[in-house]
């Protein structure tokens, strides 16, 4: 919607089948976000006539728009929950959510600044160039106008497409907020006595921090112990935590399943050849599930 590319876009079906594929590879991966990105761009590709400059460009505005409404998303959330509920609130917990936002609102709006100036690509091109390995150097030198060109979409888009720009940065603003529905629901489901207000302060502090902790696959261990110790903070027992935190990760294994299978079956070729292949070394489970079903 943005980078009006002129008819050359995908059918939102098929599009969002290639969002969900990418995003599964966040979950379960090392640094995944580097892989997903890269199945995004590559589907993008292959279904479309969009050039590579336009592809990354997207994917920068769509990270551009997500940080904007996370920031937001947590000074609104925040600020709420001790408005409604002030009694209930942890201080603590309050005060970094706030601290956060506002940092998080300083660091994009840089960004928004440099992709209004076209000077993004240009920059990131400079720092990567320093890098003293021969092969990276040559593939930069070889894709050097790639940045620049990325750079000139991101920016006609911003500059000319404001409106546009608004309506995405909102939807992405409500789609950080049905975070906090979906752990309110999941904690009633439980029988967890936390009020609307505690979960409006501790669920985009700990939502946050798998952003950080994007290298550690789904960000085990840490969304864990974040969770547990907010939970732990409005005085929830251990158990019914514990329980909380084990349908939070048999959702992200549900995904993770669909988004893999949705790879397998976009990655084939006319030919009926798979694109990408699964190794049993890295993924066990599902190499062995796709084995059986070739079968």
Known sequence: ???RPSGRSLPFLRLLLIHIAGE???????AGVVVGESVKVFMVKKYSLLTTPEIISSLM???FLMGIAQALYIGLAVMSGIV????????????????LSVVLLFLFGMMGYFFAKGELGKALFSALIRIPVPCVKLFLQKN????????SVIKESIIRYRRESIIAGILFLLGWSTELIETLAILLSVNAFVTFGSVMVFEPIVSFLRSV??????GLGIIELGYYSSLQ??????????????????KEVFWIVIGVCITAFLGKTRNDKMIFHFSSAIIPDFASAS?????
């Open 1 to 3: 919607m943005l980078l």
């Open 233 to 250: 903070t409005v005085s929830t027992v251990g158990t019914v935590a514990a329980a909380f935190i084990l349908i939070k990760r048999a």
């Open 24 to 30: 599964s590879y966040y979950r379960f991966l090392p």
């Open 84 to 99: 409604l509920y002030s009694n209930g609130i942890n201080g603590t917990l309050a005060s970094i959510g706030l601290a």
């Open 144 to 151: 050097r106008m790639s940045f620049l060109d990325t750079d």
């Open 213 to 218: 902790v994007f290298f550690i696959p789904a």
């Open 61 to 63: 505005m769509r990270k």
């Open 291 to 295: 084995n059986t079903v070739n079968k």
